[in-house]
């Protein structure tokens, strides 16, 4: 089964000029796809289709075998916390809460992460072991989260998104406020981690040359019909 | 689905994470709250201390008028009597069989502004004020004689008199009165203590003293010359006046109440009035509750303020907390749990500064109840939660919960918008 299938996609917020319009994409499961794309090539708006924040205008949105606007807004919520992880370019944690508090978090919004986090041999566990996994260590958990670097607190957005083990990960440019040292090493931890579970990757850059990283790499500005009219 | 809990921690969390403004916003309720507390408290105190500023007498009898006039000229000492009951008619209820005791009371003097009031010794025994309180002597004892005063405490007070002091009664009820008693000077005997009612503006001396200073004035002036009366001239003279201002019953069974109220009010011999004090001061205290009314109004916009500036900051916030609301939403969270979330802080500031208030207004009861008594006679309630109290915390709770619909509604339309785009 695909983890995603996207067929004659369009998105706009009026009644024309389609910010995003995508004739086929098919990504299979455990793939870890490379989409490269400037800005203005649509991103935003594929991350807020797949998250099931955004609807498509017209055509076919699969996500894991789930036709997305067959759903609720609410239901379309609850799905996107049980089966989605999501990082952002930057700012992605709470700063009021705990590095460990920040890693649960989306388990306390669904329970089916929470049960696979569980079955993993408790949830602080597993947030700890992601954490290590990921190369932070007891040392910097005690540490308040606004003073963690910027790639330290990437990977803790890295173990957010995968803790519970969610089908698809979307991680939308993580890497951009990383030297390049960081972001090599970065992209390699998400990937050995996504292989382990079999988690779907999809990682949308600028930067070309990350594609070399990823089984497959496409360029969003092509495969979006929109954007060389002028979309956002 | 999401727990409650998890709710409430984030929305803590979140709020702590603010604490400079939201330690503020809760203050600025904890005031408010505590201001109608209070204002609460002092009222009850107010009202229940009015209600019993006269209280053990069952029946008010004077010359028929109004029972308000009546009331405030025989127990608030304000105005005066239309017309006197006459001497034999006040024994006459004496008489009565349904009847415990009788005290007479004669108004129309004063001294240096305080009413004096003729009575007799048996005034002390069966006048009562507050929760059947009798009147207590701080210093020295009932007059037992001529020309003997006990005065109030405010009366000792205001004018610094204490126990052997000689007091000059003025003629009429003026603060600055040209026509005074000279020749009759009273000595204090007695201080009473407060009792926050008009008793502690009151100069008390007995009815033949009244009537002594009154000898030859019948013609409603000083009588002139060589005649003027000494007060020597009275020592062991039993002097018994004519008429009286008011009497005050008590009756040998409350049963019967209405039945004595009804036989006086139909008094053959002269027109009488019977008022039951309790009664009588329930309507007055319709008329003056205005004043009340007016104070917990405007306690009340005071606590309105408090929650507008709750909404107004956390209105404020939202900006700021685009992010949040983005990582949230990426998290799992609807835009309802958004909603929800702003919702529970804004419970949750108010709570905290609502319980606050109730705390504040405990310890202050603890701590002040006992000052307030003696320095305003106003018996306010000791430290105690009451249902009223816990009423009012759920109120404010409920009216910021509902106040925060706006907030939340903001930030439900820009989550929408938002979506997970993470706007900085």
């Known amino acids: ?232 | 689905m999401m727990q409650l809990s998890v709710f409430f921690l984030l929305a803590l969390r979140s709020v702590l994470n603010r604490r400079t403004t939201a330690a503020l916003t809760v203050i600025s309720i904890a005031l408010s709250v505590t201001l109608f507390l209070g204002v609460e408290k002092i009222r009850e105190g107010a009202q229940s201390g009015f209600a019993n500023t006269v209280s053990g007498t069952d029946l008010i009898v004077g010359a028929r008028s109004g029972a308000i006039n009546l009331l405030l000229y025989s127990v608030f000492r304000i105005g005066d009597a239309t017309n006197n009951v006459s001497w034999e008619t006040y024994e006459d209820i004496a008489k009565r069989p349904d009847v415990a005791w009788v005290v007479p009371i004669s108004l129309g003097d004063s001294h240096r502004g305080f009413r004096v009031m003729g009575t007799q010794s048996a005034y002390f025994d069966h006048y009562k004020t507050g929760d059947q309180q009798k009147l207590k002597f701080l210093d020295g004892t009932v007059f037992t004689t001529l020309f003997e005063a006990v005065i109030g405490a405010d009366v000792a007070q205001e004018l610094n008199y204490s126990v052997g002091d000689k007091i000059v009664v003025a003629h009429g009820i003026g603060a600055v009165s040209f026509v005074k008693h000279e020749a009759m000077p009273f000595t204090v005997v007695g201080v009473l203590a407060r009792t926050g009612t008009p008793v502690d503006r009151t100069i008390h001396v007995t009815l033949s003293s009244i009537e002594a200073i009154h000898q030859g004035w019948e013609g409603g002036a000083a009588p002139r010359g060589a005649g003027t009366t000494q007060a020597e001239s009275f020592t062991g003279l039993e002097l018994q006046p004519s008429s009286i201002t008011a009497v005050f019953l008590g009756l040998t069974s409350r049963i019967g109440v209405l039945k004595v109220q009804r036989d006086l009010n139909e008094y053959a011999a002269e027109p009488l009035l019977a008022i039951i004090p309790g009664v009588a001061l329930a309507q007055l205290w319709r008329v003056i509750g205005i004043v009340e009314i007016a104070l917990t109004a405007i306690s009340i916009f005071v606590v309105l303020t408090g929650l507008f500036a709750l909404m107004t900051n956390i209105l404020t916030s939202l900006n700021e907390r685009r992010r949040e609301m983005a990582i949230l939403r990426a998290i799992g969270a609807g835009v309802r749990h958004i909603f929800l979330l702003l919702v529970t802080e804004a419970a949750l500031l108010a709570g905290a500064g609502a319980v606050s208030a109730l705390a504040l207004v405990q310890l202050v009861l603890w701590g002040a109840a006992p000052l307030i008594v003696e320095a305003t006679g106003v018996s306010v309630a000791g430290p105690g939660i009451s249902l009223f109290d816990v009423v009012t915390v759920f109120v404010v709770v409920l009216i910021a919960c509902l106040l925060s619909f706006f907030p939340a509604w903001r930030a439900y339309r820009q989550s929408l918008a938002d979506g997970l785009t993470i706007k900085v």
């Open chain 1, 1 to 232: 089964m695909s983890a995603l299938v996207l067929q004659d996609l369009a998105f706009s917020w009026g009644v024309d000029d389609p910010l995003l319009e995508i004739k086929k994409l098919v990504v299979k499961k455990g793939d870890r796809l490379f989409l490269q794309g400037a800005s203005g090539s649509g991103k935003s708006t594929l991350l807020g289709l797949l998250g099931g924040v955004l609807v498509p205008t017209s055509g076919r949105l699969t996500v894991l075998g789930q036709e997305l606007s067959n759903l609720s807004g609410g239901e379309r919520d609850r799905f996107r916390a049980d089966h989605i992880g999501i990082i952002f370019q930057m700012f992605n944690l709470l700063p009021y809460l705990s590095i460990l508090a920040n890693v649960t978090l989306p388990c306390r919004f669904s329970k089916t992460r929470m049960a696979r986090a569980m079955a993993n041999g408790g949830l602080e566990q597993e947030a700890t072991r992601l954490l290590t996994a990921l190369g932070l260590g007891d040392e910097v958990l005690a540490k308040p989260v606004m003073e963690l670097s910027v790639g330290q607190q990437q990977r803790v957005a890295a173990a957010r998104a995968l803790i519970g083990a969610p089908e698809l990960v979307v991680a939308d440019e993580p890497t951009s406020a990383l030297d390049a040292d960081r972001r090599e090493k970065f992209i390699e931890l998400l990937m050995a981690e996504c292989a382990a579970h079999g988690t779907t990757l999809i990682f949308v850059s600028h930067d070309p040359s990350l594609g070399h990283f990823f089984d497959r790499s496409l360029n969003l500005g092509e495969i979006n019909r929109s954007s060389d009219r002028g979309g956002i």
